[in-house]
C-alpha cells in the first residue's frame, strides 16, 4: 500500500506564496505513479488543482494556472505543489493522490474516484 504524507500547510496572507510537499513512502517505484492535488474547502467538494504524469506532463485546473506549479522528485519519493499570489478562495485542505501509470487515464487526472492512494491532507489558510 502505497503511503502519502502531505506536509507544508499553514497560514498566509494574500499574495503570499507557500510550498506543499507530499512523501511517499511503502512503494517500490515513486516514478510509475502519476500524481495530483486535490483540494477541498468545507462545505465544497474535492476538486482537482493539478496533475503530473511519469514523464513530467503537468496539467492544472483554471484555478491554479498561472499561480501554481506541480512537479516531483522521484528520487525523493516527493511531490511538490509552489503555490504563489495565493488568494482567500484558496483556503481548503490539499490532498494529494496517486495511481500507477498502468491504469492511469489522462482524461480522468481531476477525478477524485479515479486515485487509489490519499494522503491525510493539510490544511492551508489565506487571510485577506
Known amino acids: 500500500q502505497v503511503q502519502l504524507v502531505e506536509s507544508g500547510g499553514g497560514s498566509v496572507q494574500a499574495g503570499g506564496p507557500l510550498r506543499l510537499s507530499c512523501t511517499a513512502s511503502?512503494?517500490?517505484?515513486?516514478?510509475?505513479?502519476?500524481m495530483a492535488w486535490f483540494r477541498q474547502a468545507p462545505g465544497k467538494e474535492r476538486e482537482g488543482v493539478a496533475a503530473?504524469?511519469?514523464?513530467?506532463?503537468?496539467s492544472y485546473t483554471d484555478s491554479a494556472k498561472g499561480r501554481f506549479t506541480i512537479s516531483r522528485d522521484n528520487s525523493g519519493n516527493t511531490l511538490y505543489l509552489q503555490m504563489n499570489g495565493l488568494k482567500p478562495e484558496d483556503t481548503a485542505t490539499y490532498y494529494c493522490?496517486?495511481?500507477?501509470?498502468?491504469?492511469?487515464?489522462?482524461?480522468?487526472?481531476?477525478?477524485?474516484?479515479?486515485?487509489?492512494?490519499w494522503g491525510q491532507g493539510t490544511q492551508v489558510t489565506v487571510s485577506s
Open positions: 503530473i504524469d511519469t514523464a513530467g506532463t503537468t
Open positions: 493522490a496517486a495511481k500507477h501509470r498502468v491504469s492511469f487515464q489522462w482524461p480522468n487526472r481531476f477525478k477524485p474516484s479515479h486515485y487509489n492512494y
Open positions: 511503502a512503494v517500490l517505484s515513486f516514478g510509475t505513479y502519476c
